[in-house]
């Protein structure tokens, strides 16, 4: 007997199509061959016949086969051969068809992991097959298993983070005052002392800036959709980050006519200043950083392009995973945080983001936003 299990695999399948396919096309042919050959065998015997009219019981008699018979002859065999060729075709036809049928759970398997989002996996379906062959099953289950560790682990970092980050936001906002206060009451220092306040400053502020970005991400709370002007928020964004730019000498610049989008103002305002901000941190001296508004259909997109350093393929594949930098070695004022933020506020905007070359040299970063919030 074979079991429930056997009849599932996907190698029983295949091996049971392959023989029932063999069989019959081998019936399919001896029958159509056979027929051919009656028919054949028919017409020889009906002119045998005919000659044989008028004949006396013991006369001999010669048969003749003209051209015509052997022409019939190489037909047979041209026939014999166009039958084992279409009954081929149709076979291999009807495997295909099989094959195809038998591994589509496969596509719809390939298909849900390759949507998987980390971030939204306690949303997602389950990867787990209820139909197909037991190989493709079990290949579903043990996907939906190493992903469930896979979440349990990330969600276990995600939350440790933010717990330290919580807890370290009020010994941060302590030092601050305390340098603050210090700074007043010392009145003027001497230039040893003044480089070291303004060193323990510096990283103070880049110290709470990394906890409220980590922070952010930690945050589940929905966006709150409402009109907002694109246009008036870049320049206010460009207004905040002049001064560094210009410590940097990048210039900036701004196109584009006025352009309103439903969506959550804070989020967007928080994404475009971090790619202002990337833009402007790993740009050149006497470097350019634009910002691009314009609208596609219904959808706007949003452009920073820069004239910085660039990235390579692997440093685009990577430049929106958490604590990732392209070249540490160049720029010490970030933690790798920025573009990963980015990347969350373009899922939650239901937008995308993508990064492309801005030949001669730097960087373009695409932000695309649908017009009337997600669909």
């Known amino acids: ?21 063999l069989m019959l096309m081998l019936v399919l ?6 027929r051919r050959q009656q028919d054949i065998a028919e017409n020889l015997t009906a002119q045998v016949e005919s000659r044989m009219k008028g004949k006396a019981e013991g006369d001999s008699v010669m048969v003749f086969i003209d051209q015509e018979e052997v022409r019939h002859l190489a037909d047979f065999k041209l ?15 009807i495997f295909i068809l099989l094959i195809r049928r038998t591994l589509s759970p496969l ?45 349990d682990n990330y969600e276990k970092e995600r939350l440790f983070s933010v717990n330290v980050a919580h807890e370290l936001r009020t010994p941060l906002a302590v030092l601050r005052t305390r340098v603050d206060v210090f700074k007043k009451k010392r009145g003027p220092m001497d230039p040893e002392l003044e480089a070291f306040v303004e060193s323990m400053e510096k990283n103070i502020r880049r110290l709470s800036d990394l906890v409220e970005e980590i922070l952010f991400l930690g945050r589940d709370t929905a966006p709150e959709f409402r009109p907002v002007n694109i246009k008036a928020m870049a320049q206010e964004l460009l207004l905040d980050l002049e001064e560094k730019a210009e410590a940097k000498d990048v210039a900036l610049s701004l196109e584009g006519e006025d352009m309103v989008l439903e969506t959550d103002d804070a989020l967007l305002e928080r994404a475009l200043y971090n790619l202002i901000d990337n833009g402007i941190k790993y740009n050149r001296p006497g470097g350019r950083l634009s910002i691009i508004l314009s609208e596609k259909g219904e959808d706007a997109h949003i452009t920073v392009a820069d004239t910085g350093y660039g990235m390579d393929d692997e440093a685009k594949a990577k430049a929106f995973d958490l604590f990732y930098r392209a070249d540490p070695s160049r720029n010490h004022d970030g933690y790798g945080v920025g573009l990963a933020l980015v990347k969350e506020i373009a899922g939650r905007l239901g937008g995308k983001i993508q990064i492309k070359d801005n030949p001669p040299t730097g960087t373009i970063f695409e932000f695309t936003l649908p017009k009337k919030g997600p669909r």
């Open 1 to 21: 007997m074979i079991g429930n299990k056997t009849r599932r695999s996907i190698i029983f399948k295949l091996t049971a199509a392959s023989v029932a396919l």
């Open 29 to 34: 042919s001896n029958f159509l061959i056979a």
């Open 79 to 93: 026939y014999a051969i166009g039958v084992f060729l279409i009954t081929g075709l149709i076979g291999g036809g």
């Open 107 to 151: 596509a719809v398997l390939t298909e849900k992991v390759a949507a998987t989002d980390m971030d939204a996996m306690a949303e997602k379906d389950s990867l787990v097959l209820k139909e197909g062959a037991y190989e493709i099953v079990a290949l579903s289950e043990a996907f939906q298993k190493t992903l469930d560790k896979i979440y």
